[in-house]
């Protein structure tokens, strides 16, 4: 089984610059999660949805992030604009969502750098 | 305000040592935790996990021990390997809504030094 894929590996964008990330889950699941993790702030969750519906929407992340779920299969997280601040490591999960306990595999995540 | 501490933030041990690696939380309703390891240049995985209901879970050389009364949990590697070098994240949530937000702390630099 394809774990979850997220392209592209590494983005470079200069400020202002408009980026979109994609995210195919694994097959199946039912939830799919994007997160920010930096050394100082750790993983933090930008959006969550599941069956296609949006979830919860990080209140931090609103005005620049919008994250879509196109179909069961491919999701997106746009920034826009980008600011020197958004340079991290953007990661994807998907989650069966079958309960308590339900394990979310992560994708490998792209590393966006704002200059 | 930050729902899980993790400590430490870094640590070395000797190749055959034991490794502790501790967490806290803050919110009761959490009843799933989960430890996540991740190597360089890839997402976290799953390592071990466990429910509020149990104190310990084993798997290998990997155990966590929960303790409900303290709000604290851990994890236990013995024979710590140069393999088992890498950040690890404890992770807690409450079953809400039927999915499971995790919480995540800042996670633990560990090497295993030969």
């Known amino acids: 089984d394809a774990g979850v894929t997220q392209t592209p590996r590494h983005e470079v964008a200069e400020k202002g610059q408009t980026i979109i990330l994609k995210c195919e889950p694994v097959?199946?699941?039912?939830?799919l999660f994007w997160y920010r993790q930096t050394k100082i702030q750790g993983l933090e969750l930008l959006s969550y949805?599941?069956?296609?519906?949006?979830?919860?929407d990080g209140g931090a992340f609103k005005d620049r992030f919008k994250a879509e779920m196109l179909n069961s299969s491919f999701s997106t997280l746009k920034i826009q604009p980008t600011e020197p601040k958004d340079s991290a490591v953007y990661l994807c999960?998907?989650?069966?969502?079958?309960?308590?306990?339900?394990?979310?595999?992560f994708g490998p995540g792209t590393r966006l750098t704002v200059l | 305000q930050q729902q899980v501490r993790q400590s430490p933030q870094s640590l070395t041990v000797w190749e055959g040592g034991t490794t502790v690696l501790t967490c806290s939380y803050e919110d009761s309703t959490f009843n799933y935790f989960p430890w996540y390891q991740q190597f360089p240049g890839e997402g976290p995985a799953l390592l071990i996990s466990i429910l509020s209901v149990s104190d310990k879970k084993e798997d290998g050389r990997f155990t966590t021990f929960f303790n409900k009364r303290e709000k604290k949990l851990s994890l236990h590697i013995i024979d710590s390997q140069p393999g088992d070098s890498a950040t690890y994240f404890c992770?807690?949530?409450?079953?809400?809504?039927?999915?499971?937000?995790?919480?995540f702390g800042k996670g633990t630099v560990l090497l295993v030094s030969p």
């Open positions: 999960a998907s989650s069966p969502g079958l309960g308590v306990g339900a394990e979310q595999f």
């Open positions: 949805f599941r069956s296609k519906s949006l979830m919860e």
């Open positions: 992770a807690a949530s409450a079953y809400d809504s039927g999915y499971n937000k995790l919480t």
């Open positions: 097959s199946g699941h039912n939830d």
